[in-house]
């Protein structure tokens, strides 16, 4: 069976709990307990419909507060496919944790209120998602049950988002609108809504296309080495990792980074015995048919189409921090795939202003939930692919030294040349 | 040279390799990693992902074990006969221990259960292994607060969980970095279903303790939930033992985990049984969950895992 991710997103209020309860609900995925148990909440608490936002908000904090603080994931599953749902917080101060949930998803679902339309906190979530490079986007407009139903309304919002949406990197878009809290096409088919011939939300998940990752050029970070110590497999040595791009095949001839030396893929072991083919996003054991160094770190790649290698890079930069702001000079961990090393802020370029996505270029620091983009330097070059290319081998986290928090999450727009670009 | 194409991933393989580059970060990133390993379901998934992680390597760290004193002597057979199948070394924490010594007391009464005195045992483990990070079997889709929990759950110097303070966890890129005395717990199985978990088992004939299956049992009803006759819990005038075709859902200890009336005597058996049930494995068999609303919170915020 195929897997979907797919991430829930919008702003506070839009109903996304609800449409993820309605969503298991009405595809019979909500257990009999489960059910009980919120319905008997929602009755001692004078609510007037089964509250089933109650499913997701787990924390006691939440359920105390109606909130999402944190991203949920929940899991069900239709003959045709499994999904992992993450149901991301709408407020603005929880933003970071919505970018984790967002960070593995193929599928972003954003909800809109048709009587307040498109505001602020979608457009900042479907950029957010179209920076993360999530390639599909569904716009739910919610709650028609409270404008009448009336297309005129679903119109007007699609037609705003659009306009919005003309600016963002997402490749495909869907609009449906729907009632989480009736049901009206999320599961089944809307007999309110007679003008729309679109799919229902469900229909639409199950049939979306899963965009492959092996279509980019083979990248396969080393995670760790094996050596048996046994006399079974005493000359054994193997690279285990998983395959972060495009396909490895046996007799492949592929270049290890950053020694540069080649060698060619003499096998391709996994418990379960050799393959002759390995794809992303396999975890396998690579070896070489000739001794050279390799340690975690490292990465194999195809040696016709290698990543960048530089200390230097632009990247978007996601800033997670409480208590710092992120500002030209400071140092901090990074990790990229399976590399870790340390970075410096060269500068901050600029700052984005998510409502109108203008960059702000006299930005000289960002703080909590800003998003902008920046020069860093390595002290030892990373092996990377721009994260359009490659989400793998393209992201990268920033640790503060101090407090050993995720501060800061980046996705590289490329290499510069450190002589002719710091002029800036 | 072949060119033959990359095969189309089963759901089971996606969440298999997503599990075994978690396992490999954590043995790579850290100095002192183990192992939970009870010989229920989930931690022999989990097991055997390791087995498959380091293969044809031995597995590069220890397993542990809590024991309450109160489990099921199937699953420790289960559970020594694996470790030494896997010429691992086991740790084992003792509840009955720390009891002896006076370190804890036991709850009395029909309600009594080791559930809370699991904590400081495993805490205690924890610090005299020195893990600086420990694997366990949750996996979000069990409960609410399981299902808000990062893959590398970070644990302060108390061992608490800080469920409204969680760094964030991007793409795979896993943070491991902590001050002496902090860990992390990690979840490889976090993104597993309990049909994923018995899918896998069919798909790769693993072997799991006999309890799992359709068994005579001696059992008294309690709170709608079938409850082993045992030594430790007494029983309510009320409470009658009767002989039932019974298996266990979930393993924990004989004093709270309850079985479920059932027939199924094989793995394809217990996958058509759970695809049909509409009660959640904890909801049929976890009488720990249901003291209140967020009780699982409230535990791992004490430590639990």
Redo the contacts between chains.
Sequence with gaps: MEMLRFATVGSVDDGKSTLIGRLLYDSKSIMQDQLESIEATSEARGEEYVNLALLTDGLRAEREQGITIDVAYRYFSTPRRKFIIADTPGHVQYTRNMVTGASTADLALILIDARQGVVEQSRRHAFISSLLGIPHLVVCVNKMDLVDYAEERFDEVCADFSVFAERLDTREITYIPISALVGDNVVDHSDAMPWYDGPTLLEHLETVEIDPEDNTAARFPVQYVIRPMRNEYHDYRGYAGRVAGGVLRVGDTVTVLPSGKQSVIEGIDTYDGPLEVAAAPMSVTVRLSDDVDVSRGNMLVSTSDAPEVSQDFEAWVCWMAERSELTPGARYSIKQTTHSARAVVRSVIAKLEINTLAEDIDAESLALNEIGRVLIRTTEPLFFDTYRTNRHTGSFILVDESTNGTVGAGMILGALNPESDYAV | ???????E???L??????S??II??V??EFEHPGMLFSGGKDSIVMLRLA????????IPFPVAHVDTGHNFPEVLDYRDRRVAELGIKLIVGSVQESVDAGKLVDETGPRMSRNRLQTPVLLETIASAKFDAVFGGGR??E??????E?VYSFRDDFGQWD??N????????Y?S???VGEHFRVFPL??W?E??IWQYIAQDGIEIPSIYFAHQREVFERDGMLMAANDYATRYPTETLSMQTVRYRTVGDMTCTAAVSSEAATVEQVIAEISA????ER??SRADDKTS??AM??RKREGYF
Excluded: C
């Design positions: 040279m072949t060119t033959s194409a990359p095969p991933l089963t759901h393989q996606v969440l298999e390799a997503e075994i580059h490999r970060e043995a790579a087995e498959k992680a380091f293969w044809p390597a031995r979000r889709d409960e609410k607060a399981r299902a808000k990062r469920p409204k969680q760094r964030p966890e991007l793409w795979d890129l943070n970095r902590h001050r976090s993104n279903t049909l994923d049930s509409r009660i959640t909801g049929s609303e967020a919170e409230d």
